[in-house]
Structure formats: structure tokens, C-alpha cells
């Protein structure tokens, strides 16, 4: 257990400083709000430098919109936020310091987009499995559902999120807030692929008259497991076997070809299996 929460914590600490990289190094210098209290943090040091002269830097700003709602959290939740999440949001501000002291290239707003996506996708990915988070609006949305459960968290999620990119596009132009609305889809495609896994194996469905000699290709040519499961076609009133077994990306154009040279009317599904664990895999 005590190693359990060493991996965790490792992982938050990870998670975050990859998270501030992306934050710094590519969506700062472009001002590219992709939502969030660290799209805030951004428009906050915009808006200070050029009406003010001030330079707010976004780790401020993180921690400074974060301890309220902590405070909120624990009065309205009683503390079921997690002292991770907490952990996660004060690290994130302190690697968020750190990271801007790195002196880098202004890259364009194309390769920003993409880099800070990757980035931000990959650190909330470690975060997230250590089943933390970085607090923010996320937190906000978890005590707003709190109080009025008829507003799903996600849609919380999606108007406040939308409000502050919104605010990106109003003042920082509808280029740079498209770029934005892009690295944004980047980042949950990565962190899709870092939740569920990456889409290395072909799970395969078979329904056939010849289910036995096919199963028996399956176990002695591609050397993979398969299981039969009873089914019934509802139109033909006949009992089948369903073949179900899961192969690699690489050995699924071979597996159609064997089923087609045994039954060419054989009726095969073919979908995407994102984590397969056990066996062989």
C-alpha cells in the first residue's frame, strides 16, 4: 500500500512538471488559451502586462484561483476532494515557477499547438492515473454539481471551459484561439490513449457454419487463444457458435484471409480493443 502511494505521488510530481512544461514553453509565449485556470493565468498576465505593466506570472495565478476553491471544497464536500488533488495543484505551481525560468525559442503557432497539446495530454495522463487531479474547474464543477445535482459535471465543464476560450478568442484573435480549439483535441487524444490504452490489438467477432475449423486455424496457425460462446440467429431459429478472439494490428489482414479461404460467407466483426492485458498481450 505505502509503495502504492509512492507511485502515485511520483506520478503527480511527473504529471504536473510535464504539464508546465507544455504550459510554458509553447501555450505561454503564444497566448493560446486552451481553458481552464491556466487559460485564466494566461489572460490574467496579458491583460496585467498591457493595461498595467504588470508582470503576474501563472503559477500565481494557479495557486491564487485554486485556495479558494479549496477552502469552498472542504465547506461544501467536507474534504472529499483528496489531499492528492491538493498536492497536485501546489506542485503545479511550483513547477510552473520553475518552467518559466527556462529561456526558449518562440516556436509558431502551429508546432506550439501540437507540442503543448502533447504535452498537456501526457501530464494530465500521470495525473490522472494516480487518480488525482490538478483542481481548477474541475473542482469548481464538482461543487456547482454539488449543490444542483441537475447540472452534470460535464456540462459545467464544457460552459466554463467554453466561456474561457471563448475569452481567449475575444482578445487574443480567432487565429490563435482556433489553434487553441486544436491543441485542445490533441490533448484528449493523448490522454484517451494514455486512460484506455493504445489501440494495439484487433478484437474479432466470427459467426460461421464451419466455427470449428476456423477456431482450430486460429489456435494452431496464429498460435492465439479463441473462445466459442452459444448464440442464436433470431431469423433462422438455429443455435451458432460465436467465435471471439483478439489478435494483433499486424496479424489481422492474415486472420480475414484464413477465415475467407475456409468460409466466404463467414460473418466477421472487427473493432478496436484500446487495452488488452493477459497472455500473450
Not at 502515485?8 to 481552464?36: D, H, K, P, R, W
Not at 474541475?138 to 460552459?159: C, Q, W
Not at 471563448?166 to 487553441?180: H, N, Q, S
Request: net charge positive.
Amino acid at each position: 500500500m505505502v509503495k502504492k502511494h509512492i507511485k502515485e505521488y511520483i506520478y503527480i510530481m511527473l504529471g504536473t512538471t510535464i504539464l508546465a512544461l507544455g504550459m510554458s514553453l509553447f501555450y505561454e509565449q503564444n497566448n493560446l488559451v486552451t481553458g481552464g485556470v491556466l487559460g485564466i493565468g494566461i489572460i490574467v498576465k496579458s491583460l496585467a502586462a498591457e493595461n498595467f505593466g504588470l508582470d503576474v506570472p501563472i503559477w500565481l495565478t494557479n495557486f491564487a484561483c485554486n485556495i479558494p476553491l479549496f477552502i469552498a471544497a472542504i465547506l461544501v464536500k467536507g474534504g472529499k476532494f483528496g489531499v492528492k488533488s491538493l498536492f497536485a495543484t501546489i506542485y503545479l505551481s511550483i513547477a510552473l515557477y520553475f518552467t518559466e525560468l527556462i529561456p526558449v525559442p518562440r516556436y509558431d503557432l502551429l508546432l506550439s499547438s501540437i507540442y503543448g497539446g502533447v504535452l498537456s495530454g501526457i501530464g494530465l495522463g500521470f495525473v490522472f492515473q494516480a487518480y488525482s487531479t490538478t483542481g481548477g474547474t474541475d473542482m469548481l464543477a464538482s461543487i456547482i454539481n454539488h449543490s444542483n445535482r441537475e447540472i452534470t459535471v460535464g456540462n459545467i465543464l464544457f460552459y466554463v471551459d467554453g466561456i474561457i476560450i471563448a475569452l481567449g478568442f475575444w482578445i487574443f484573435g480567432t487565429e490563435k484561439g482556433l489553434y487553441a480549439v486544436l491543441s485542445v483535441y490533441i490533448v484528449s487524444k493523448i490522454l484517451d490513449g494514455m486512460l484506455e490504452g493504445v489501440k494495439f490489438a484487433k478484437a474479432v467477432y466470427i459467426i460461421s457454419e464451419k466455427s470449428g475449423e476456423i477456431g482450430q486455424m486460429i489456435l494452431i496457425k496464429l498460435g492465439r487463444g479463441v473462445t466459442a460462446l452459444n448464440g442464436t440467429g433470431l431469423y433462422s431459429k438455429q443455435d451458432k457458435k460465436v467465435l471471439f478472439c483478439v489478435v494483433a494490428k499486424r496479424e489481422i489482414v492474415k486472420l480475414k484471409d484464413r477465415i475467407q479461404e475456409i468460409d466466404p460467407k463467414a460473418f466477421v466483426v472487427v473493432h478496436d480493443a484500446r487495452e488488452v492485458l493477459g497472455e500473450g498481450f
